[in-house]
C-alpha cells in the first residue's frame, strides 16, 4: 500500500505519550500514582450551566442551527469582548467553535498558505504547531526569554518575509507566566511593522492571580490584525462540552466559517445554551475556583522553594513550571517511578530542562504529592 499523508506523518507524536501510559499501566497495576498533568479543573460544571443545557435538550434544540454558533451565544461573546477586553467587536465577527483547540486549528487555516510560516514562542502549548502543520503552514519556533518568561526583540530574528502569523497564549500553559504590556507592544508594533497577524489564545484570562489581564486586540491598530481565541473550559470547569470561540475582523471570521462549515458544521447545539448561562449568568463561580487555584498556586509555588527548585513566575492558569537539573524526561520518569506523581516533561512544550506541574487537584493529594517529590528528589 502507498504511505499515508505525508503532512500528517510529519506531526511529531507527543512527547508525553510515553510518561503518560506507563503513569496509567501503574495505575491500572493498583500503585496509587497522584496525576499532576491534568489540564483541566478539579470542580464539576456550575449547575446553574447544566440546568441551561438540560432545559435546552427538554425544549428540543437537539437540531442542526445556525453555522457560526446560535445568535443569543454570539451576542453574549461579543458583548464580554467588548466589556471585558475592551475589544471593539460585533457578533458578525465571532465564531463558536468545539473548543478553543477548533478555533485554534480554523483560525491557522484561515490565515496560512501553503509554507507561509507562523512563530511560536517557547515554551508553547503542544497544539499550536500540529494546528500550523495540519493547515499546511511551517512552525518556527523561538524561545521567550529565559528568566522573565516575556517575549524580546530577539525575536525578529525569526521574522522574514514568509512569516504570516505569530501566536501568543497569556496566561501561558505550560509557564502560568502573564504577558506584560511591552511583551504585547512588541508584537503589537512586529505585526503592524511587518503585516502579520496573531492568534492570541487567552484561555486562561479568568485564572490570574496578582495581575491584570491585557488583550492584545485593544491595542490600536491591531483590531483587523489579531484572532482573540477564548472558551469555556478553565474558566468554568467545561472540559468536555467542547465550547470555544474566536473573534476576529468579518473576513477572517468568514474563512473560518467556510472551514467550519465543511468540517463540524457547529458546536453542539444544546451545549451552547450552556454557553450563553455562562456568560449571561452568575460569575461568582469563577472566583470560587480562581480563589481555590490562588492557594494552591502559592502553597506549590513554596513547596519548590523549599525543595530548592527554581520556577518560572508564575501569575496564572493552574500550572507550576519548574527548572531541573538534567533530561526532563527522565527527571519526570524518576518522580513517577520512585514518588508515584506524574507530571509533564517541558519537552512537551519544546523547552527541554523543564517540568509542568498542574494544581488542578485537591490540597489533600498536593501536599502528599509534594512530600513523594521531596523524597525522590
Ligand atoms: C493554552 C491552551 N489553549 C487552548 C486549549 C484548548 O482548550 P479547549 O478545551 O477550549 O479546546 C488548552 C487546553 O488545554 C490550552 O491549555
Given at each position: 500500500?502507498?504511505?499515508?499523508?505525508?503532512?500528517?506523518?510529519?506531526?511529531?507524536?507527543?512527547?508525553?505519550?510515553?510518561?503518560?501510559?506507563?503513569?496509567?499501566?501503574?495505575?491500572?497495576?493498583?500503585?496509587d500514582v497522584i496525576s499532576l498533568s491534568i489540564?483541566?479543573p478539579d470542580f464539576?460544571?456550575?449547575?446553574?450551566?447544566?440546568?441551561?443545557?438540560?432545559?435546552?435538550?427538554?425544549?428540543?434544540?437537539?437540531?442542526?442551527?445556525?453555522?457560526?454558533?446560535?445568535?443569543?451565544?454570539?451576542?453574549?461573546?461579543?458583548?464580554?469582548?467588548?466589556?471585558?477586553?475592551?475589544?471593539?467587536?460585533?457578533?458578525?465577527?465571532?465564531?463558536?467553535?468545539?473548543?478553543?483547540?477548533?478555533?485554534?486549528?480554523?483560525?491557522?487555516?484561515?490565515?496560512?498558505?501553503?509554507?507561509?510560516?507562523?512563530?511560536?514562542?517557547?515554551?508553547?502549548?503542544?497544539?499550536?504547531?500540529?494546528?500550523?502543520?495540519?493547515?499546511?503552514?511551517?512552525?518556527?519556533?523561538?524561545?521567550?526569554?529565559?528568566?522573565?518568561?516575556?517575549?524580546?526583540?530577539?525575536?525578529?530574528?525569526?521574522?522574514?518575509?514568509?512569516?504570516?502569523?505569530?501566536?501568543?497564549?497569556?496566561?501561558?500553559?505550560?509557564?502560568g507566566?502573564?504577558?506584560?504590556?511591552?511583551?504585547?507592544?512588541?508584537?503589537?508594533?512586529?505585526?503592524?511593522?511587518?503585516?502579520?497577524?496573531?492568534?492570541?489564545?487567552?484561555?486562561?484570562?479568568?485564572?490570574?492571580?496578582?495581575?491584570?489581564?491585557?488583550?492584545?486586540?485593544?491595542?490600536?491598530?491591531?483590531?483587523?490584525?489579531?484572532?482573540?481565541?477564548?472558551?469555556?473550559?478553565?474558566?468554568?470547569?467545561?472540559?468536555?462540552?467542547?465550547?470555544?470561540?474566536?473573534?476576529?475582523?468579518?473576513?477572517?471570521?468568514?474563512?473560518?466559517?467556510?472551514?467550519?462549515?465543511?468540517?463540524?458544521?457547529?458546536?453542539?447545539?444544546?451545549?451552547?445554551?450552556?454557553?450563553?448561562?455562562?456568560?449571561?449568568?452568575?460569575?461568582?463561580?469563577?472566583?470560587?475556583?480562581?480563589?481555590e487555584f490562588e492557594k494552591r498556586c502559592s502553597y506549590v509555588l513554596k513547596s519548590m522553594e523549599e525543595m530548592?527548585?527554581?520556577y518560572?513566575?508564575a501569575?496564572?492558569?493552574f500550572y507550576a513550571?519548574v527548572?531541573?537539573?538534567?533530561?526532563?524526561?527522565?527527571?519526570?520518569?524518576?518522580w513517577?517511578?520512585?514518588g508515584h506523581v506524574a507530571v509533564?516533561?517541558?519537552?512537551?512544550?519544546?523547552?527541554?530542562?523543564?517540568i509542568r506541574i498542574s494544581y488542578a487537584a485537591s490540597m489533600d493529594r498536593l501536599k502528599e504529592a509534594m512530600n513523594r517529590i521531596s523524597a525522590?528528589?
Amino acid at each position: 500500500m502507498r504511505p499515508l499523508s505525508a503532512k500528517i506523518a510529519a506531526i511529531a507524536p507527543s512527547a508525553t505519550i510515553e510518561i503518560t501510559e506507563k503513569a496509567r499501566k501503574m495505575q491500572a497495576a493498583g500503585t496509587d500514582v497522584i496525576s499532576l498533568s491534568i489540564g483541566e479543573p478539579d470542580f464539576p460544571t456550575p449547575a446553574h450551566i447544566t440546568k441551561a443545557c438540560i432545559d435546552a435538550l427538554n425544549r428540543g434544540e437537539t437540531h442542526y442551527t445556525a453555522g457560526k454558533g446560535i445568535p443569543e451565544l454570539l451576542n453574549a461573546i461579543a458583548g464580554k469582548i467588548v466589556q471585558e477586553n475592551k475589544i471593539p467587536c460585533t457578533p458578525d465577527q465571532v465564531i463558536v467553535g468545539c473548543g478553543a483547540k477548533n478555533s485554534i486549528y480554523e483560525a491557522c487555516e484561515a490565515v496560512l498558505s501553503p509554507g507561509d510560516e507562523a512563530v511560536i514562542l517557547d515554551p508553547s502549548w503542544v497544539s499550536y504547531e500540529p494546528c500550523v502543520q495540519i493547515a499546511g503552514g511551517v512552525p518556527v519556533h523561538h524561545p521567550m526569554h529565559p528568566k522573565t518568561f516575556q517575549v524580546d526583540d530577539t525575536v525578529l530574528e525569526k521574522i522574514s518575509e514568509k512569516t504570516r502569523m505569530l501566536i501568543i497564549n497569556s496566561p501561558s500553559n505550560p509557564s502560568g507566566v502573564i504577558l506584560n504590556n511591552e511583551s504585547l507592544r512588541l508584537i503589537s508594533d512586529i505585526c503592524q511593522d511587518h503585516d502579520l497577524i496573531v492568534i492570541s489564545d487567552e484561555i486562561y484570562e479568568k485564572l490570574i492571580y496578582r495581575k491584570t489581564h491585557i488583550s492584545i486586540g485593544a491595542f490600536p491598530g491591531m483590531e483587523d490584525r489579531t484572532i482573540t481565541v477564548n472558551g469555556f473550559s478553565k474558566a468554568y470547569a467545561m472540559t468536555g462540552w467542547r465550547l470555544g470561540y474566536a473573534v476576529a475582523s468579518k473576513e477572517i471570521i468568514g474563512y473560518m466559517n467556510k472551514v467550519q462549515q465543511h468540517t463540524i458544521s457547529h458546536p453542539t447545539t444544546f451545549a451552547m445554551y450552556g454557553g450563553v448561562a455562562a456568560l449571561k449568568g452568575p460569575q461568582e463561580c469563577i472566583e470560587e475556583m480562581r480563589f481555590e487555584f490562588e492557594k494552591r498556586c502559592s502553597y506549590v509555588l513554596k513547596s519548590m522553594e523549599e525543595m530548592g527548585l527554581s520556577y518560572a513566575p508564575a501569575d496564572g492558569a493552574f500550572y507550576a513550571y519548574v527548572k531541573v537539573d538534567g533530561n526532563d524526561a527522565e527527571v519526570a520518569t524518576h518522580w513517577l517511578e520512585k514518588g508515584h506523581v506524574a507530571v509533564t516533561p517541558g519537552s512537551a512544550f519544546h523547552h527541554p530542562g523543564w517540568i509542568r506541574i498542574s494544581y488542578a487537584a485537591s490540597m489533600d493529594r498536593l501536599k502528599e504529592a509534594m512530600n513523594r517529590i521531596s523524597a525522590a528528589l
